[in-house]
């Protein structure tokens, strides 16, 4: 039965039950695109008593309306574009640089003020498991796949708590990384659409939630 999330928290432990078989396992680590990913990976990795850390990403929305991804950018610098979006909509090259420039800007800033000092978690050898809040284009999660296969990872598996059903289907035909989403809604409206809270997560509940994180990772080690 398809329902709509209270708010991200919901929304997380709701996946959390979906990836129960990634619990416990010490090749297991769970990736958040910050900002609305966090507060569900947070549920995510708590359940499956897996570390936690964020892995930045930025969408290239079309100037004029911000909301449509004509692609996006990913930690180190990778650029993904929508071609045949680009085309369509008749958007020029010199847009695409200010655009890309402009978030490419914002996501050095959150990496840094996210993480602060502590390293990046090293996805060598491991299994990724890349948390949002909802996937409707695919564009920011398929960047985020790109860029993290080149840091040589085991296994990736996406995963949000609701999603488009087409685009869940993408991720498996292309063989790109394995979907897990709670709900897979038609039509599907817009991430949005599926909260009930969908308030934007701010910067100072990402580093809390980080933090939290990293503390019970500490104590578990210890």
Partial sequence: MLTRFQNRTEAGRALARKLMNYSDRPDVLVLALP?????????????????????????LGVPGNEELAMGAVASGGLRVLNEGLIRNVGISEAAIELVTARELRELERRERFYRGRRPALDVRGRTVILVDDGLATGATMQAAVKALRLQKPAEIIV???????????????????LCVCAQTPEPFDGVGQWYRDFSQTTDEEVIELLRRANDKQALNVA
């Fill in 35 to 59: 900002r609305g990913g966090v507060p569900v990976a947070y549920e995510v990795a708590k359940a499956l008593n897996a570390p936690l850390d964020i892995f930045v990403v930025r969408k």
């Fill in 159 to 177: 995963s949000a708590p609701v999603a488009a059903r087409r685009t869940c289907e993408e991720f498996r035909r292309r063989g790109s990384a």
